[in-house]
């Protein structure tokens, strides 16, 4: 399979401040990487589409300059958490298209676990 | 629109029980896939089993298998003699052919007891 590795797993942040998620696909090229938010003992939510060497597309709802998506390289998409607060508290994880064999499937990151007080 | 249902929100079994999971979808693609994940506590997602709308053979895995009927729009999954390692919360979810975004369904939170 293919391996996406996900960082920081757990962070706390104070209210106003920016956080910073990564996403990499270690093993394999990932032109497109996607961003979904699970809040306690819900259901994951995509958040939005990120694609290398393009703007990131937002799903209806998700405030793109509160959560900026930057896809710069095909092994890299980050996810900003600007000016957090304690609503933005929630489980992160990414994932990404699997290289060309695999190529039918989305492989997920570890998650990120984000507190903020 | 796609549309996963898990009707079920949580499960409590006893070790050694066999216990279904019910997912229903709704989708007006013609082809599409259909997985389920297991997450446990610590929150990763772990991959159990991908199938396309093309394949409607059931597949057994171990202790694990899936039920797929097309022409009821569900994909259930069967999990025998479980056992306290498998209590988790399940996912089933959908994605339409050419398409990496995933719907997932709401999830079943299993507990399996000693």
């Known amino acids: 399979g293919a391996v996406v590795s996900q960082h920081p797993s757990r962070v706390i942040c104070k209210s106003g401040t920016s956080v910073k998620i990564e996403c990499r696909s270690l093993?394999?090229?990932?032109?497109?990487m996607f961003w979904y938010r699970q809040f306690p003992k819900q259901s994951l939510m995509l958040m939005a589409t990120?694609?290398?060497?393009?703007?990131?597309?937002?799903e209806q709802g998700v405030e793109k300059d509160k959560f900026l998506i930057n896809h710069a390289s095909l092994t890299l998409s980050t996810l900003t958490v600007t000016s957090a607060h304690p609503e933005d508290s929630s489980f992160y994880i990414c994932?990404?298209?699997?290289?060309?064999?695999?190529?039918?499937?989305?492989?997920f990151g570890q998650g990120t676990r984000l507190t903020v007080v | 629109a796609q549309k996963v249902t898990q009707a079920q929100t949580e499960i409590s079994v006893v070790e050694k029980e066999d216990v279904t999971l019910d997912c229903v979808y709704e989708t007006r693609d013609t082809t599409y896939y259909l997985f389920w994940y297991k997450q446990p506590p610590s929150g990763e997602l772990v991959f159990l089993i991908r199938r396309n709308s093309f394949d409607e053979q059931n597949e057994i895995s171990g202790r694990y298998s899936w039920n797929f009927q097309k022409s009821t729009s569900s994909f259930n999954f069967t999990i025998t003699a479980s056992q306290v390692v498998d209590s988790a919360v399940y996912f089933c979810?959908?994605?339409?052919?050419?398409?990496?975004?995933?719907?997932f369904g709401k999830g079943t939170k299993l507990s399996v007891i000693p």
């Open positions: 994932s990404a298209r699997g290289p060309r064999a695999l190529s039918t499937e989305a492989f």
């Open positions: 093993d394999f090229q990932a032109t497109t």
């Open positions: 990120s694609n290398e060497g393009s703007k990131a597309t937002y």
């Open positions: 979810a959908l994605s339409g052919a050419g398409s990496y975004q995933l719907t």
